[in-house]
């Protein structure tokens, strides 16, 4: 495979890549191998259908199969996810992992000496079954040991279950100069000396320069090469930063050369076994990155030396929606090429539509394309269509409150999604709002509903609202009264201020009474008349306090049978 990949090199003339190597920029990514995403669950399974297996080909009996147990158990790991069943799941997967290491146990025993065509097997089993959390070189797949679990970083994908490759390419022309697999999950600045030294043997070149990001931190450096990385060094001058990050930049372009070995030549996930297939599929991808580049170039070539006539480039505009009230935005790439040589650039266009402002009433709009100039292409355009969708308007019943007996408030409407300086007068017809409390209604909470409403920009949602009645406040007053020393109280009499509606004291559930702490022997002075226990479903009650005064009560005295000798003459 490697002389495969050196000719994919030399294709591009050995001198002119000898010259080119002075610079190469290098970087890793990972080679997802074809295996399913792991769990500690698939595993135990896998060890469990393994060890059947070959007690089924050796023809042994296992003492027990557990097929009953190992059922339920994975009924009870299905969904033993969610966090109530977080305690079944450990203790499930526990129980599973117990029955697995029996069956490994039985049929080792039954087996001894173990074969060995069957020794590399057992040994990865025995790994699985007893490999723990924080252990390292784990196993993750029974077919595919080797498998490492390696994180690059990446927000969307956190671990990554394969091997790391690199890759090395010129800074000029973009030809893959070397890759290789890496055994093991190596440190990125391991990895850049043996990198460096197979682009050495493949080219023959001197490799002056290794532009690499701040991962390839290499303490001492390598003899001869500049690593060249984004990080401030002490006394540069500011002709060497610029340079310097000049350098950095093109790097990035490696990120590009990569997802298109992934996407184009297969990187993306490995189906060839075993760790000399990680460095198959690893050579076999660049090599077909330099050949269909070096076609494309011949390509060129060829067409450069003919009589070419202009193409004619098909440009679709693409349809688009957007709701009433908003403004879309050309960005001048809302459209399709039909038959663009590929690597030719987009042409710059211009596109608009009479239905992209705000203003503009629901319904469907031209967008049309123009300019767009080209020797290479004769332009011919597609219009599309805007489609204005209506907005959604909320109008909510707002919430009333009123008095027992009293008329009806004025019911209003809120609005929410209105475009903005506009209010509901822009509606065809506006909902209309009402409900079924009269001023006779009785206390509590009654709907306000919303109905109707009709607009051509706008999709109603109604929302009904409530009318609160509440209580009447009704003010109930003791009447002040006079009585003289040593009288009986008089009767005591209420005065009633706030009924509505014509009614009296006759509608109330309880009427109220009226005492005092005055009794036949209170003395001269004043006294209060309190007025309590009234209660109704309508009225609310202000309690006003009479006055009981005492005055002081006449006396006669009268002298009878005085001698005359005591007379007064």
Not at 482 to 508: H, M, S
């Amino acid at each position: 495979m490697k002389k495969i990949f050196k000719q994919s090199i030399d294709l591009f003339g050995k001198e002119n890549v000898r010259k080119e190597v002075k610079e190469v920029r290098v970087d890793t990514t990972v080679q997802e191998k074809n295996i399913t995403f792991l769990t500690d669950q698939k595993l135990t399974e896998k060890v469990i259908e393994h060890c059947k297996r070959i007690a089924n080909k050796e023809d042994i009996k296992l003492k027990r199969t557990y097929t009953f147990e190992i059922r339920k158990l994975k009924q009870q790991l299905r969904f033993a996810r969610k966090p109530k069943n977080m305690k079944k799941h450990v203790k499930a997967q526990k129980k599973l992992h117990g029955i697995a290491f029996k069956i490994y146990q039985d049929l080792v025993n039954q087996l001894n000496p173990i074969p060995k065509s069957y020794m590399e097997e057992f040994d990865v089993l025995y790994r699985v079954l007893t490999q723990q959390k924080d252990d390292k070189n784990k196993v993750y797949s029974i077919h595919e040991p080797e498998v490492l679990c390696i994180s690059k970083g990446k927000e969307h994908k956190q671990y990554e279950f394969g091997n790391k490759s690199s890759f090395a390419y010129t800074r000029g022309s973009g030809i893959i100069v070397g890759a290789m697999a890496i055994d093991g999950n190596a440190y990125d600045g391991h990895t850049l000396e043996p990198q460096l030294e197979q682009v050495k043997e493949l080219t023959g070149g001197k490799i002056k320069k290794a532009i690499v990001d701040k991962g390839y931190k290499i303490k001492g450096g390598i003899p001869g090469v500049d690593i060249v990385m984004p990080k401030m060094l002490k006394g540069e001058s500011y002709y060497l930063k610029k340079k310097r990050e000049e350098r950095c930049r093109s790097r990035a372009g490696i990120e590009g050369l990569i997802s298109h070995l992934k996407y184009d030549h297969r990187i993306i996930r490995n189906y060839l076994s075993g760790t000399a297939g990680d460095m198959i599929n690893t050579l076999l991808a660049a090599t077909a990155y330099n050949m269909r580049k070096w076609m494309r170039l011949k390509r060129l070539e060829l067409s450069l030396s003919a009589d070419i006539l202009p193409k004619t480039l098909t440009i679709i505009a693409n349809d688009l929606s957007k709701s009433y009230g908003t403004t879309l935005t050309f960005t001048g790439t809302e459209y399709t090429v039909k038959d663009l040589v590929n690597g030719d650039p987009i042409p710059i266009l211009k596109i608009f539509s009479p239905g992209s402002p705000a203003s503009a009433d629901v319904g469907k709009y031209i967008i049309s394309i123009e300019g767009g100039e080209d020797d290479n292409y004769n332009f011919t355009y597609v219009s599309g269509t805007l489609t204005v969708i209506k907005s959604l308007l909320t109008a909510t019943a707002d919430k009333k409150t009123k008095v027992y007996g009293s008329e009806n408030p004025v019911l209003s409407i809120t609005y929410s999604g209105l475009v903005k300086n506009v209010d509901e007068s822009v509606l065809n017809n506006a909902p209309v709002a009402s409900t079924t409390a009269i001023n006779t209604s009785n206390v509590g909470i009654y709907a306000i509903t919303l109905s109707g409403g009709i607009s051509k920009n706008y999709d109603l949602n109604l929302v009904n609202g409530s009318l609160e009645i509440v209580k009447a406040p009704l003010t109930i007053t003791a009447e002040d009264k006079t009585k003289a020393y040593r009288e009986v109280n008089p009767d005591l009499t209420i005065i009633y201020t706030g009924f509505v509606l014509g009614q009296d004291q006759g509608v109330l559930d309880v009427l109220p009474g009226a005492e005092t702490d005055a009794t036949l022997d209170s003395d001269v002075g004043n006294y209060d008349i309190n007025v309590y226990g009234a209660d109704d479903s309508k009225y609310s009650f202000i309690y006003n306090k009479g006055n009981l005064n005492i005055i002081k009560a006449d006396q006669a005295i009268t002298f009878e049978g005085i001698p005359k000798g005591l007379r007064m003459t």
